[in-house]
């Protein structure tokens, strides 16, 4: 299973430092936002897996936390 294997993929940094704010974080998020839209259409089924993983896990906290007064 490939489930673990490691992408030696790097996402891109903004071409140039400057800018506003605003600017750096989108030239940034763009290509955050495009791989994993990438890896949803590749695998929907391990990210849907993983998303019910982990809210099982927040929703096991909670509860444990939830219930030490």
Do not use: W
């Amino acid at each position: 299973m490939a489930f673990f294997k490691r992408k030696t993929e790097v996402i891109p940094a903004a071409q140039s430092a400057g800018g506003t704010l605003a600017k750096r974080i989108e030239a940034g998020v763009t290509p955050m936002v495009d791989r994993a839209t990438q890896i949803y259409r590749n695998n929907p089924k391990t990210v849907g897996a993983a998303a019910l993983v982990g809210s099982a896990l927040l929703l096991g906290f909670l509860k444990k936390r939830g219930t030490t007064h």
